[in-house]
């Protein structure tokens, strides 16, 4: 039987290197999502028959169901991965930007993955009550977070807020579906050279490029903590230090990130 996979934000980046990733697994069956649909269908043709693709804007209301819809039209309504990906980040001061832009992070790094979880749960549940896999692979979510969840940079604050948000729903929502097989795992990228934060800045410092991850390292982080059943992955792994040092030495951390360390001219970026 194959292992059916929703990736979305897959047509660039994280997403896109996380779908080239599990297509190398065997028996892999892909339902890729995104918004650009030329680019989504380039992609899926480059992967073969394994993999499908759904130009959709997850902002829409009705985007779950027709997600729903496909998989259980074209695949028995049988999904067994489900990678919340698709996300952006806008920089602003919360006094020059207001709750405009909180509320423009909260639709799309937090509301929409948590929209489309609760439409495909019961397809995830269905999936792990047919009992364990023989090849190993456990039925689960991944949630992309950032390392933003865990340490909160100046004119980030809105984003940091969103994926905090994603970060503490994925730890409650773990313990809730333990018991239904339905692993939930989250991954915690920092800084990771995307079409949309292309990180010269960061790149160009022998002292700062350790700092920025491939998106090919995040898509092996999101296969440990799916398939592999990881509850936690950072990436690069280094990046558990800051989030420990919030925890252990909040005003140490504070001083730093407002003395501008861990930032970046980058205005935007997109997952």
């Known amino acids: ?53 759904v130009a959709c804007d997850l902002l829409d209301p009705g985007a779950p169901a027709r997600l729903r819809a496909a998989l259980e039209r074209d695949h028995g309504g049988q999904l067994h991965l489900l990678v919340n990906n698709a ?24 509301e929409a993955p948590v929209r489309l979880t609760h439409e495909l749960l019961p397809l995830l549940r269905a999936a792990a009550a047919a009992g364990p896999r023989a090849d190993g692979r456990r039925v689960a979510i991944v949630n992309v977070a950032s390392t933003a969840a865990r340490v909160a940079r100046p004119r980030s604050a809105a984003y940091s807020a969103a994926k905090a948000a994603l ?25 990771v050279r995307t079409e949309g934060f292309p990180a010269r800045e960061l790149l160009a410092s022998a002292r700062t490029r350790w700092l920025v991850s491939e998106p090919e390292a ?54």
């Open 87 to 110: 996300g952006a980040a806008w920089r602003g001061a919360f006094a020059e930007s207001g709750w405009e832009l909180v509320q423009r992070h909260i639709k799309l790094d937090f």
């Open 167 to 191: 970060a503490g729903w994925s730890d409650g929502l773990y313990a809730e579906e333990r018991s239904h097989g339905v692993h939930v795992g989250l991954v915690l990228p920092g800084f």
């Open 218 to 271: 995040v898509a092996e982080a999101i296969l440990q903590a799916g398939p592999g059943g990881r509850p936690e992955r950072y990436v690069p792994r280094p990046y558990w230090l800051a989030a420990a040092a919030r925890i252990l030495a909040p005003a140490l951390v504070r001083r730093a990130v407002a003395g501008g360390a861990f930032t970046t001219t980058t205005d935007s970026a997109t997952t």
């Open 1 to 53: 039987m194959s292992y059916v996979a929703l990736i979305t934000g897959a047509s660039s980046g994280i997403g896109e290197a996380a779908a080239r990733r599990l297509a190398r697994e065997p028996d892999v069956a892909l339902l890729l999502v995104a918004r650009r649909e030329q680019r989504l269908r380039t992609l899926a043709d480059e992967l073969g028959g394994r993999a499908q693709a």
